[in-house]
């Protein structure tokens, strides 16, 4: 997943979102495997509960994220209706979706695991 | 793949926009409605669930803009970006830096300097409008040397052609111009009244001669400032040409050369540029002697060369029932385009030459790599920790290709410079060499190749390294027990590969210098007596109407030769018309002759081995050194001649000359004997075999053509130089001798082509030789850092420095002998392709190749040994501690 630390400039009255691109990638992949298809709503509300506000995030930071995850082939779209009766666009996880959220899984893990050692060893 | 998905959508983003922000707008509408309600249903008024939602949300238009860049093309901020950084890091670096912008440097710019000469001697198109329409015709029915047509036959092709639109017959000649300030040798072209519409020029000023008018002539412009001062109010004035008065009715605008394809006939003044252009009037008459031109023509549009051969195919068809001669009708006709005449065979060697040049810069780029892979190797943790957390193996790879961008083009910028000196030194060395050397010039194709090459070896030089950061794992960034580098085997076989590579490379371009060095001293190896550095010549042609009679070009001769004889400096004086009269027969005493029509010398171009009569004094031995084979040379006066091996060889195989009788002319003139045979000796070209000769005394010639007096100076030639001339002058002042040179120079340049390519394979093997050893250098000292570790326990465990440093010297040895093994079966597999270039000497020669394989080894031992040294600064208990 080839990007940048992001920024942009947000309302002042939350604190910037402490997320990188990177791991908001995965936890839509997780959000959408564990879940099926969702709308950018129900995926926002998925992460912020899962998080249990841990994290702040700003539910728009997630479109650019899903046109990203879907320019790369891992997410699918399709237009439906929402619980309210709006045309709404629904997100699904693609194979190649699934493959690459294993991966990236198992690298995190690693990276845990190294710096847990890291950390032990310190003390 | 994944990458290219995001590309094509990224492109297929840059339609539908409009499509795109409404579909986008729903979705945000949408999803602001579900948050409203849902703060709605925690109780909280419209209002103010509508602006928790919003909270919630976020800024819109900013994220609006990140989608919208998302969907387009923003890897142009990236690599702005990336640009940026590599520019900084720069002077963080400046050694590495250096390093690598010189190697390149040096590669690009060879490369440039090559393309630069390739480009203006072959792809140039010939400064003609149309020019792939011209064509040159020709009946000579050879493949090189003069193409000629006869002159009748031209003039009917142009009245009833129908597949040329234009058609111009021409000739060259060195005559004499007698002008206001003084008499002068000038190239003259003769030109039919078309060859001013073909060549695309209008005079600066005055008018083209009109059809018909034979007395007016055109000047170039620089003729104008030669023998004028300026090109101002020189048209309407009379000069004298070969003795006839012309007027000058115009003068041609500067930069303007005549480049039609020209004949070497003749012994013609080297290198001049046309200066007078004479009208030519052909008459359509088959009587008498018919004149030989040149043509050019210019196809139609829609016109093909095989239309045009038919046509004139068929009009001589026609000719031949109506007037038959037989010497002329078997003539097989030809067309070509004329870009390959004038371009000739330096096709040929300069393709062999971008092909070597092309090694150097694989060179370079192989050490560039190795730099880079050193670089890359301690930057490693940076690179690793970058990927971890984010940004991706196509991002660092990309900003490794702009760091490599960056690198390459500051080199790019530097080998340009080097290259216009290269190319201006070869311009002035060698500009005999190949036809429009001197036309080089750097200009917008070579600087488009040179940004093309730029790219690519900035891509080549970052492969290795960009394929090593897709194997570092994060995990070991992080780990602070690996201080320097714990480099991948991939990296370390990639730069053993690449030094390999190297050091075959230059045992390939090592032997091809090698050879060539070999075949030109070769060349240059003359036989006991012959001192051509010791020997000047001068060009004499006759001018003017009282020199059309032979007695009185004899008689002047005679006195040019008698009061040089007699000039301090000279120990011997002699003429020659060597290469002035062919003839394709011998009429020998008592054999039968094939029969033809008329008398004289049968002088046709198109014989595949003429032999030259040439006319010559009694002192010509003294002056070149010849050895008799057998018998003795001629006396001034005498009925006799003397032949050479050559000739002895084809005209009286196994047979002794001496004594039989021959005759200068067909059918006509007295029988003259043959007293000696002399030794074959290359005195006009050097990587030729030589011609059958048959020499006659002067004084028994009906004409000459024009003559070179050689004298054979006792001192310096410098000296004597002006002092030939000068007596030209004091026997008759109309006359003018000219080109005065030392032999050695003409034969110099009769083999120019060949100095150039060994000019030229001499500086790409020492450039690659020089590359490669420090490639080797840097590849073992690099091994020696990396083992600090592993040498000093070795040396801990009382291995002796000594010890040590064989080992790092056996590890070189073993990436290099593989190469240079690599590189000797390359050179044997070339050798086809190197005989090319070669004159007497075997591609395959054992002396030569033992001796560049020799030169590598031991440079390249020399760097090893140098390079293995530094254990000598390793300390094996820090060593040992520091790991």
Request: aromatic residues 6%.
């Amino acid at each position: 997943m080839a990007h940048d630390l992001l920024l942009y400039p947000v309302d002042m009255s939350k604190p910037p979102a402490g997320v990188p691109y990177g791991t908001l990638d995965l936890m839509i992949l997780r959000t959408l495997d564990t879940m099926g298809a969702q709308h950018g709503y129900g995926i926002a509300r998925r992460i912020e509960q899962v998080a249990q506000d841990a994290l702040a995030l700003n539910q728009g930071t997630i479109y650019p994220a899903l046109l990203r995850l879907e320019q790369k082939g891992w997410i699918a779209s399709e237009w439906g209706t929402s619980e309210n009766n709006r045309r709404a666009r629904f997100y699904s996880i693609t194979r190649a979706g699934r493959k690459q959220l294993a991966a990236e899984t198992a690298s995190w893990e690693r990276t845990v695991a190294t710096m847990t050692r890291l950390l032990d060893d310190r003390s | 793949m994944t990458a290219i998905r995001v590309l094509l959508a990224r492109i297929l983003g840059l339609f539908g926009r409009r499509h795109v922000d409404t579909d986008l707008d729903e979705e945000i509408r949408g999803h602001l409605d579900l948050l409203t309600a849902d703060y709605m249903r925690r109780g909280l008024s419209a209002e103010q669930a509508r602006a928790a939602a919003r909270r919630d949300f976020g800024a819109v238009e900013p994220m609006k803009e990140t989608y919208r860049d998302q969907r387009a093309f923003c890897w142009l901020t990236d690599a702005g970006q990336d640009l940026r950084f590599g520019i900084r890091q720069l002077p963080r670096h400046p050694g590495f830096a250096a390093g690598i912008i010189l190697t390149l440097a040096l590669g690009i710019g060879m490369v440039t300097a090559v393309f630069t000469v390739f480009n203006a001697v072959v792809l140039r198109p010939l400064p003609m409008p149309y020019a792939d329409r011209l064509v040159g015709i020709s009946t000579t029915g050879r493949a090189a040397g003069p193409q000629f047509v006869f002159g009748p036959d031209f003039v009917e092709w142009r009245s009833q052609t129908r597949v040329f639109d234009r058609m111009v017959a021409y000739g060259t000649d060195d005559e004499t111009l007698l002008a206001p300030r003084g008499p002068s040798r000038v190239r003259v072209a003769d030109v039919t009244e078309d060859y001013w519409d073909l060549a695309g020029v209008r005079p600066a000023s005055g008018r083209v001669p009109r059809a018909g008018e034979r007395n007016e002539v055109v000047l170039s412009h620089l003729a104008a400032l030669r023998h004028f001062g300026s090109d101002a109010n020189v048209v309407g004035k009379a000069v004298v040409v070969d003795g006839h008065p012309m007027t000058i009715v115009a003068v041609l605008p500067p930069g303007f050369r005549f480049s039609l394809p020209t004949g070497v006939g003749v012994i013609a003044r080297r290198g001049a540029e046309v200066e007078v252009y004479r009208p030519m009037i052909l008459s359509a008459s088959r009587e008498g002697r018919t004149p030989l031109v040149s043509a050019v023509a210019r196809l139609r549009p829609e016109a093909s060369i095989e239309q045009g051969q038919a046509e004139l195919s068929a009009m001589r068809m026609r000719t031949a029932h109506r007037q038959p001669n037989p010497m002329l009708d078997d003539r097989v006709l030809t067309i070509r385009p004329i870009k390959e005449e004038v371009v000739g065979s330096a096709r040929a060697s300069l393709l062999l030459m971008m092909l070597a040049v092309v090694c150097v810069l694989l060179i370079a780029c192989a050490n560039g790599t190795n730099l880079l892979l050193a670089r890359s190797t301690t930057r490693w943790r940076e690179i690793a920790i970058r990927t971890a957390i984010g940004a991706g193996r196509g991002r660092m790879v990309r900003q490794l290709v702009t760091e490599s961008l960056v690198l390459t083009s500051i080199a790019s910028l530097f080998g340009v410079l080097f290259a216009s000196v290269i190319v201006a030194l070869i311009v002035s060395a060698f500009e005999q060499s190949a036809p429009r050397l001197a036309e080089s010039s750097i200009d917008g194709h070579v600087l488009a190749v040179v940004a093309a090459i730029t790219v690519l070896t900035a891509v080549a030089c970052s492969v290795a390294p960009a394929l090593g950061v897709r194997n570092r794992v994060p995990a070991e960034a992080l780990s602070a027990q690996t201080a320097t580098a714990s480099p991948s085997p991939v990296g370390v076989w990639t730069r053993n590969l690449l030094v390999a590579t190297e050091c075959g490379l230059t045992l390939v371009l090592l032997a091809a210098g090698g050879l060539m060095l070999k075949s030109v001293v070769h060349m240059r190896q003359y036989p006991a007596g012959f001192e051509p550095d010791h020997v000047l010549t001068m060009n004499m042609q006759f001018a003017g109407a009282e020199y059309d009679d032979g007695k009185r070009q004899i008689a002047l001769a005679q006195a040019v030769l008698d009061t040089l004889a007699h000039r301090r400096g000279v120990e011997a004086v002699s003429l020659s018309t060597h290469g002035n009269l062919l003839s394709a027969l011998l009429q020998v005493e008592n054999r039968p002759m094939p029969r033809l029509e008329g008398g004289g010398l049968v002088m046709v171009a198109g014989m595949d081995a003429p032999i030259l009569m040439t006319a010559a004094s009694s002192q010509l031995p003294r002056v070149l050194g010849l050895h008799m084979a057998s018998g003795r040379w001629l006396r001034d006066a005498e009925d006799a001649v003397v032949v050479n091996e050559a000739l002895a060889r084809r005209e009286f195989p196994g047979g002794d000359p001496i004594g039989h009788r021959v005759r200068l002319s067909l059918n006509s003139g007295p029988w003259m004997t043959i007293v000696g045979v002399v030794s074959d000796l290359k005195y006009s070209k050097l990587d030729a075999s030589v011609d059958p000769e048959l020499f006659f005394p002067y004084t028994k010639a009906d004409v000459l053509f024009g003559f070179t007096t050689l004298v054979r100076t006792t001192g310096s030639p410098d000296t004597l130089a002006p002092v030939m001339r000068s007596v030209v002058s004091e026997v008759d002042a109309t006359q003018i001798g000219d080109d005065v040179v030392t032999l050695e120079e003409t034969l110099g340049e009769s083999i120019a082509p060949r100095r150039l390519n060994l000019f030229l394979l001499a500086t790409f093997a020492s450039m690659s030789l020089l590359l490669a050893i420090i490639g080797i250098f840097s590849v073992l000292s690099y091994v020696v850092a990396q083992r600090r570790h592993e040498i000093g326990v070795r040396l801990a465990l009382g291995a002796s420095y000594r010890q040590v440093m064989r080992m790092i010297v056996r590890q070189g040895v073993q990436t290099i002998v593989p190469g240079m093994l690599a590189g000797a079966v390359a050179a044997f597999a070339l050798r086809r392709l190197m005989a090319r270039l070669l004159y007497g000497v075997e591609p395959t020669d054992l002396l030569t190749f033992s001796l560049v394989t020799a030169l590598l080894a031991t440079t390249a031992l020399l760097a090893c040994y140098v390079a293995a040294r530094r254990v000598l600064q390793i300390d094996w208990r820090s060593a040992l501690h520091h790991d």
